[in-house]
């Protein structure tokens, strides 16, 4: 069982433990574990869009000099 599992493990757990119901707590804990490497994931698409975006400009201003 590796890390993320062991998290998404205890966190199910947690919410359990506070009065969610067990199909509450796993898609609470699916968002808790899994939305930070989503959002770096984004992140990332986002800035090699923008590099790409300037290639593109770079290669249009040398080709229509």
């Given amino acids: 069982?590796?890390?993320?599992?062991?998290?998404?493990?205890a966190?199910?757990?947690?919410?359990?433990s506070q009065?969610?119901?067990t199909e509450s707590a796993k898609q609470m804990?699916?968002?808790?574990?899994?939305q930070p490497d989503l959002n770096f994931k984004n992140a990332e698409i986002s800035r090699l869009l923008q590099q790409?975006?300037?290639?593109?400009?770079?290669a249009d201003q040398i080709t229509s000099s």
């Avoid at 069982?1 to 493990?9: F, H, N």
């Avoid at 966190?11 to 359990?16: Q, Y």
């Avoid at 804990?29 to 899994?34: Q, Y």
């Fill in 29 to 34: 804990a699916i968002a808790a574990i899994f």
């Fill in 11 to 16: 966190l199910i757990t947690a919410f359990i």
């Fill in 1 to 9: 069982m590796g890390d993320q599992d062991r998290s998404l493990t």
């Fill in 52 to 58: 790409l975006k300037q290639e593109h400009i770079k």
């Fill in 19 to 21: 009065g969610h119901s």
